[in-house]
């Protein structure tokens, strides 16, 4: 199967427009035209509709394949120029927005660094294609356990920090005063679905049997600011790490009790890292 193609095909699926696609790719569109059709010829298979521009269920089920297999190829890529070429000065550092600690923040060298906050799922990727030198990824486990990570590529992780995880709430919410909670007992309240920019409902649905945390509101940024001002304003809680939640003007942050879970953050890269980027991943103890 031709990589070429396969990217073609996954850009036309995505913009559901032929000409879209090759405007994006700089391919006229009759050469849009011709890639769909050899890939569907090498498949046997039809794989778009073309009024309107859609998947066919055969074109669906390669879409699961086809981002994975063009992220490794692009992976593979980044890895052997990573091997040729000459170490930079500066840091390009890709994050999501709560992965960023203050102990990592610390951390940074004080000069020539690139911080690039992602949405969650994009920072594994960053670090396996090498847009950028070190990623950080964060979420929810148990207390020394490592993060689940998507298999895009061979990356290197370790722990950086672990914090507890703190419930925010209005100051007038009933549980507002409460030493701690426990998030089954928080399935059915309103919450606000921040994939990118808190620790994401889909996480708690699992601790708690696939069940519950439906959201009220969802924001789609990676402003941590933001998600701390809708909860204030009544229009969902939101569960972040502790520092994360510090001190915000009309809510209160409240431990999580049980189960017993932390904040991970892990540093990520792909190969060994060289200049700026093995300072900083040495300082973060990530034996660079």
Do not use: K
């Not at 950080?136 to 895009?152: E, F, I, N, Y």
């Amino acid at each position: 199967m031709d990589p070429h193609l396969l990217r073609t095909f996954v850009t036309v699926a995505r913009l559901a427009s032929f000409s879209e696609a090759a405007r994006t790719l700089g391919y006229t569109q009759s050469a849009v035209s011709q890639h769909i059709a050899a890939l569907e010829q090498d498949l046997g298979a039809p794989l778009l509709t073309r009024r309107p521009v859609a998947p066919t269920p055969a074109g669906d089920r390669l879409l699961e394949h086809a981002g994975p297999l063009l992220l490794r190829l692009d992976a593979a890529r980044a890895d052997v120029t990573r091997i040729v070429a000459a170490p930079d000065q500066g840091l390009t550092l890709a994050a999501t927005a709560t992965a960023l600690a203050p102990a990592v923040v610390a951390a940074l060298p004080p000069a020539g660094v690139t911080v690039r906050v992602l949405p969650r799922d994009e920072v594994p990727a960053a670090a396996a294609t090498g847009s950028a030198d070190l990623a950080l990824a964060d979420g929810l486990a148990a207390p020394s356990d490592p993060l689940r990570l998507p298999d895009v590529a061979p990356l290197t992780a370790y722990g950086v920090a672990e914090e507890p995880v703190c419930v925010l709430l209005p100051a007038a919410h009933p549980l507002a005063r409460r030493p701690g909670l426990r998030l089954a007992d928080l399935a059915d309240a309103r919450w606000l679905d921040a994939p990118d920019a808190g620790l994401p409902l889909t996480r708690l649905r699992a601790v708690n049997g696939g069940h519950g945390f439906r959201p009220a509101l969802r924001y789609e940024g990676t402003d941590v600011r933001t998600l701390t001002a809708l909860a204030a304003a009544g229009h969902g809680l939101t569960l972040l790490p502790r520092t994360a939640a510090g001190t915000v003007p009309g809510a209160v942050a409240v431990p999580v009790t049980a189960p017993r879970l932390v904040h991970r953050v892990e540093l990520l890269y792909a190969g060994p890292p060289r200049g700026a980027a093995a300072t900083f991943a040495n300082a973060l103890g990530g034996r660079a």
